[in-house]
């Protein structure tokens, strides 16, 4: 969905607007939201990303709508992932330093993850498979895990 607010130098409106290939495509989205799995290379299969439509710096300039509908819709979607995933919980970070998009990091936390990855660690994690020094999991995977959630999403959505 390419939304009014749509900025061409924005990578994270270019993927909501289907400008950027996406492992797995969309996986949910209404007129608010959008939620796919995170781009590779892939740290951790069902590493998830949820984003604004418009383009929002973050929660502090929400519209009402926005910051009525993201709690509500944003516990749905991490009860489902963790569902979905078996993970213990589902880390949410979101930074807003590499592009003004809003968009949380949801992250996984499986049990045998080794703990020099687990809480601020996971970020450390993901530098070791973008820069190669450790292997990242498959893009089968992350495809698999991409339609299990689209599947649960699809038989039971974020009344958002």
């Given amino acids: 969905m390419k939304h009014p607010s749509y ?9 909501n607007a289907g400008e950027t290939d996406i492992a797995g495509g969309v996986i949910w989205q209404n007129n608010l939201w959008l939620v796919r799995h995170a781009p590779p290379p892939y740290a951790l299969a069902g590493w998830t990303m949820f984003n604004t439509q418009r383009h929002v710096h973050g929660p502090a300039h929400f519209t009402d709508d926005e910051a009525a509908s993201y709690g509500p819709t944003l516990r749905h979607i991490t009860r489902t992932l963790e569902e979905i995933t078996g993970a213990l919980r589902i880390y949410q970070i979101a930074f807003g330093e590499s592009t003004p998009h809003m968009h949380t990091h949801l992250i996984p936390r499986y049990e045998d993850l080794p703990s020099e990855h687990i809480e601020f660690g996971i970020g450390d994690l993901n530098k070791a498979v973008a820069s190669g020094a450790q292997p990242g999991v498959p893009e089968e995977e992350v495809l698999v895990m991409a339609e299990n959630l689209r599947a649960a999403l699809k038989a039971s959505p974020p009344d958002a």
Wanted: glycine share 0%; with cysteine.
């Fill in 7 to 15: 900025t061409p130098d924005c990578s994270q409106c270019k993927a």
